[in-house]
T-cell receptor, first 113, second 113 residues
Framework: QQQVKQSPQSLIVQKGGISIINCAYENTAFDYFPWYQQFPGKGPALLIAIRPDVSEKKEGRFTISFNKSAKQFSLHIMDSQPGDSATYFCAASKAGSQGNLIFGKGTKLSVKP | DAGVIQSPRHEVTEMGQEVTLRCKPISGHNSLFWYRQTMMRGLELLIYFNNNVPIDDSGMPEDRFSAKMPNASFSTLKIQPSEPRDSAVYFC???????????FGSGTQLSVL
């Protein structure tokens, strides 16, 4: 049972372009939605996170957009750089179960110079 | 801060052998998580501990898997006997309390032949 569906599986973007990765969830009890970034040979690292009381959160070039009614959230990377090339995972957890993050399958982003 | 330390980085073993993976969480963190990453299933939570006590082990695939946390600075994940389908990258992560920001180690690449 996949509770967090992520798309696309892979993405190629030109340097300076906008990268967009989408996630959809099923469980309305989820109340925390982080994005993790993983470089080859490394563990995932928290990039940015949002709670459903806001529709958007921005940190530098990274923005999460959240649509509670559609049960969808997305990551936008503005002015994408080759150094952003990595695998990105969305995730979700619910109150009272913060230890159990449900991860999406990941999106491999390649930013071409 | 040395981060989460996992050992070994790579492990190659034969089917039927016992495998022990080790993790040292970040000092001061009292929650520890074991994840498994494969191409097919993505990142799966196997078990997590809070204050050295196992909280949820529902992700442990079979009785062949066991995890311990004898003290706040050390945890092990043991597979006995190992099988080829156990081949994966195993990550340990820690956090300060049952909060959502997880700090991952660099993982152990396990290959069971």
């Amino acid at each position: 049972q996949q509770q967090v569906k992520q798309s696309p599986q892979s993405l190629i973007v030109q340097k300076g372009g906008i990268s967009i990765i989408n996630c959809a969830y099923e469980n309305t009890a989820f109340d925390y939605f982080p994005w993790y970034q993983q470089f080859p040979g490394k563990g995932p690292a928290l990039l940015i996170a949002i709670r459903p009381d806001v529709s958007e959160k921005k940190e530098g070039r990274f923005t999460i957009s959240f649509n509670k009614s559609a049960k969808q959230f997305s990551l936008h990377i503005m002015d994408s750089q080759p150094g952003d090339s990595a695998t990105y995972f969305c995730a979700a957890s619910k109150a009272g179960s913060q230890g159990n993050l449900i991860f999406g399958k990941g999106t491999k982003l390649s930013v071409k110079p | 801060d040395a981060g989460v330390i996992q050992s070994p980085r790579h492990e190659v073993t034969e089917m039927g052998q016992e495998v022990t993976l080790r993790c040292k969480p970040i000092s001061g963190h009292n929650s520890l998580f074991w994840y498994r990453q494969t191409m097919m299933r993505g990142l799966e939570l196997l078990i997590y501990f809070n204050n050295n006590v196992p909280i949820d082990d529902s992700g442990m695939p079979e009785d062949r898997f066991s995890a311990k946390m004898p003290n706040a600075s050390f945890s092990t994940l043991k597979i006995q006997p190992s099988e080829p389908r156990d081949s994966a990258v195993y990550f340990c992560a820690s956090s300060r309390g049952l909060v959502e920001k997880l700090f991952f180690g660099s993982g152990t690449q396990l290959s069971v032949l």
